[in-house]
């Protein structure tokens, strides 16, 4: 299960956090929710403390918006290592 809020912090643009498992259908909500804030033009950061794991498809969402601009904070070692060791497709 999946959980996402809006954090009530004093940033100019949408502060997400997640929380849970980020696999299967999870990501597609997340990613839904995503390309939403970002058609907007709002800038998007993402605070993946309470995410305690990702299946391929979240690592690939996560560096997919990393590369849109989307600041990723607070991750586990494991989920950082996880992002970071991730091969892009091709």
Do not use: C, H
């Amino acid at each position: 299960m999946l959980r996402i809020t809006l954090d009530d912090s004093d940033w100019d643009g949408i502060p997400l956090v997640v929380e849970g498992k980020l696999v299967g259908e999870s990501v597609a909500e997340l990613d839904r929710l995503t390309a939403l804030i970002l058609r907007e033009g709002k800038p998007l950061r993402m605070d993946l403390a309470g995410v305690s794991f990702m299946d391929d498809a979240g690592v690939q969402l996560v560096k997919r918006l990393q590369t849109l601009g989307t600041q990723v904070n607070n991750s586990s070692m494991y989920i950082g290592s996880l992002i970071r060791e991730s091969k892009s497709p091709d």
